[in-house]
């Protein structure tokens, strides 16, 4: 199974297991095994994965991180392990700060199962930094921190790159979340800003502040929908609708590419079904998502029925959306960067399933 697979696997599972998980012990063996499974290591091979690795500080000896990952002899990576449902503040994460410069692993994670933060020491070398450059939540897995994390995987860890990454990733957050704020709060030096290019000349004075303080936050809004608008609008334009040239597959269990009358399943379809079906699970058996090959999209429909379709998968362009077709039959089309984004997606997926279940 491919880390996108065995990630989907587990965000199937926890919905169904994280409120009986009550200890640390638990935990590792539900959920965070299997996650440093997903990206490559033999979790049973103490010559990858070291459990209860010793990490002596000075005097204080016998102290031990919960996981080291191992690579080519060298520490590559420490996991600290907290119980399902603790709070990753900055209190729980003082033993990871401590072991970090005692090994020559760059990369240390806290995680209590669902939650994963990603640490290194680029403020100061060997000196584990306060925030992480990454962080990772499987209730709501984004496809940019899943792009980011198989970049840690086995067959893909390369230290300088991943560095390099982490450097990138810490700012890059930084500034994300100052954007946020001021979309939402715009402090007075940024309304201040906007204002002298909007009146030029004018006063800012408090009552010019009150009156624009709302606008600038519609207008932040307003400027993003826009931007989305006219990327979706676009893509649809360029793309025509083969929807009467619906070829059925053999079955849903076929993984193979089909090529029929010109119509190809390509691997990424059937990633993107086998996620969908994984979604679907929680509340269908699997083998009632199927899906239908057309040369435009791929059709995933409940108990292989038209009347059922589930979502389409639009994957034969650069740009790749999630087809949402509603009780209108009217269909609302997601643009999707990655596969992984259909996981963002699961509420509207199931949505649709429970309404030909009710």
Known sequence: MSFDEKIAALVQRLPK????????????????????????YDVFNPKE???????????????????????????????????????????????????????KARIAILTNGIQYRFFSDLDEKNKMDDKPFLELDLENP?????????????DDFDLERMLSTASELKYTNEVIKIFAMQLESP?????????????????????MKEQFTPLVSKGFHQFISDKINDRLRSALENEKDFSDRVEPSNNGNNSDRQIDNGIVTTEL??????????????????????????????????????RRPVCRLWFNAKQKY???????????????????????????????INSYLS
Not at 17 to 33: F, G, Q, R, W, Y
Not at 142 to 154: D, F, G, H, I
Not at 274 to 283: D, G, Q, T
Not at 330 to 344: G, S, V
Request: proline share 3%; charged share 30%; hydrophobic share 35%.
């Open 17 to 40: 297991i994280k409120d009986v998980l009550e200890t640390e012990e638990s935990t590792k063996n539900a959920l965070i095994m299997p996650f440093i499974s997903s990206l490559g």
């Open 49 to 103: 994965v070291i459990p209860e690795y010793t990490a002596d500080i000075g005097t204080k000896k016998g102290e031990k991180v919960d996981y080291a990952i191992v690579k080519d002899g060298e520490t590559i990576i420490l996991i600290e392990c907290k119980k399902s449902g603790v709070d990753l503040s900055k209190e729980n994460y003082s033993q990871l700060y401590r072991y970090f410069n005692t090994t």
């Open 142 to 154: 984004k496809q940019n921190a899943l792009a980011e994390v198989r970049k840690m995987a086995k």
């Open 187 to 207: 402090e007075e030096d940024l309304i201040k800003f906007i204002f002298q290019r909007v009146v030029p000349g004018g006063r800012f004075t408090p009552v």
């Open 269 to 306: 379809e059937i990633d993107g079904f086998n996620i969908i079906r994984a979604i679907a699970s929680k509340v269908v058996a699997p083998s009632r998502i199927v899906h239908r090959d057309t040369k435009s999209y791929l059709g995933i429909l409940l108990d292989d029925n038209n």
């Open 322 to 352: 999630l087809g949402i077709v509603d009780s209108n039959k009217e269909e609302n089309r997601i643009p999707i960067d990655d596969i992984t984004d259909l996981y963002q997606h699961s509420d509207k997926i199931l949505n649709v």
